[in-house]
Structures are given as structure tokens and as C-alpha cells.
């Protein structure tokens, strides 16, 4: 069991997908959480109006698996709710299998439940959440700035942006736009460019 005194105090309401991941996320942060229910949600009118007025009132952190059906939750939410009440935080590409799973889902990654202390410790400061509070949200990369280095437009830029999130351990599914806003809290645009230029 995590100690609850060394908690995350988080203001904004956690959405998570279901209740192993509210468990896990329970011990770690001193905040609000509630569980979609997996793909319930898309036939649960009722409760994507609560987390609309959740998000108004108090903003939500978004944190979901990092397959696809976790992106696809992600991005329903993203469609129904304004992007300003809403905060991101990603885990990585983990290979493996939950303990209490006889085998790994379909896509072989780890879920929310099963991430290390460490691992969402490091995917909330990422998303500017820490343990001594909210750091000041720094502001995105350009698409500009993203076009110029080879991350969008350019042939090969999907190729460079999935080899980024594997260098960042971010999901490979992460889209550019997502990727302007996560990357400035993580690294600098001197350190994005020298890791460009040693997965180039």
C-alpha cells in the first residue's frame, strides 16, 4: 500500500477507464476520481452530462491506457468537452500483463492499474501536475516550430514522432497536436532538436 501521506493533491477531477485503475490512482493522488466504465460511457448519456459539469467546475485530468482503446475513450471525451477543461496525462508503452490477469490484452501493454509508482509519478509531472503542486502550464510548441524540425509535414514525420515518443516514453500513438503540448513541459527546444537529431 502507497503512503498516503506523500499522496498528489490534485484539484481537477481524474477520469480514469475503470475501477482497477481508480484503485491504483486512489493511493497515489489526494483528488476526485471517477471511472468511465469502459466503453459504457458512449450509450451513458447521463454520465457523460456529470463529467460535463465536472469538467466545468473543476477541470479533468484524463488518464487512460495507452492502446487504442484508451486513445479512443480519450478522444471521445476530447469531442465532448472543451479542450480547456481538460488535461492530459499519458503513461508509456509498457509490455506486460497485470498481476491479476491470467494474460496480457490484446495489444500486450500495461494498463493505468499496472504502472509503477515512478512511471505515473513521472506521467503527471509531464503534464505539469507534481507532488509540491501545479507547476505554471508552459505554452505548446508552434506547428511552425514542429514543421521546421521535421516533426509534421515532412515525409518521414510520422516515423520521427513515434521514434520520439519511444526516446520520451510517451505512447506511440500520440498526435502531433498532442505531442506540442506535452513535449515544452518535458524538454526545452535546444534538447528537442538534439534528440532529433540522434534518432534522425
Same mark, same amino acid.
Given at each position: 500500500m502507497e503512503n498516503t501521506q506523500n499522496r498528489i493533491k490534485i484539484n481537477e477531477t481524474?477520469?480514469?477507464?475503470?475501477?482497477?485503475?481508480?484503485?491504483? #490512482?486512489?493511493?497515489?493522488?489526494d483528488a476526485?476520481? *471517477?471511472?468511465?466504465? %469502459?466503453?459504457?460511457?458512449?450509450?451513458?448519456?447521463?454520465?457523460?452530462?456529470?463529467?460535463?459539469?465536472?469538467?466545468?467546475?473543476?477541470?479533468?485530468?484524463?488518464?487512460?491506457d495507452s492502446d487504442s482503446a484508451g486513445f479512443r475513450l480519450r478522444h471521445y471525451l476530447s469531442s465532448a468537452i472543451p479542450g480547456a477543461n481538460i488535461k492530459n496525462v499519458y503513461i508509456p508503452d509498457v509490455c506486460g500483463k497485470?498481476?491479476?490477469?491470467?494474460?496480457p490484452g490484446k495489444e500486450g501493454l500495461i494498463g493505468v492499474e499496472g504502472m509503477t509508482t515512478e512511471t #505515473?509519478?513521472?506521467?503527471?509531472?509531464?503534464?505539469? *501536475?507534481?507532488?509540491? %503542486?501545479e507547476e505554471d502550464k508552459k505554452p505548446p510548441f508552434t506547428k511552425a516550430f514542429f514543421y521546421e524540425i521535421g516533426l509534421s509535414g515532412g515525409e518521414n514525420s510520422a516515423a520521427l514522432r513515434k521514434k520520439l515518443c519511444?526516446?520520451?516514453?510517451?505512447?506511440?500513438m500520440l498526435s502531433a497536436k498532442a505531442l506540442t503540448e506535452i513535449l515544452?513541459?518535458?524538454?526545452?527546444?535546444?534538447?528537442?532538436?538534439?534528440?532529433i537529431e540522434k534518432l534522425k
Open positions: 481524474i477520469i480514469v477507464e475503470g475501477k482497477y485503475d481508480k484503485i491504483r #490512482l486512489s493511493s497515489l493522488c476526485n476520481i *471517477i471511472e468511465l466504465g %469502459g466503453f459504457q460511457i458512449y450509450n451513458n448519456k447521463e454520465r457523460l452530462g456529470f463529467i460535463r459539469r465536472i469538467a466545468e467546475k473543476t477541470g479533468i485530468v484524463v488518464l487512460t497485470e498481476k491479476r490477469k491470467l494474460r #505515473l509519478l513521472k506521467a503527471f509531472a509531464a503534464a505539469g *501536475i507534481t507532488p509540491k %503542486g519511444e526516446y520520451f516514453e510517451l505512447p506511440a515544452p513541459v518535458i524538454t526545452t527546444e535546444e534538447e528537442l532538436k538534439a534528440a
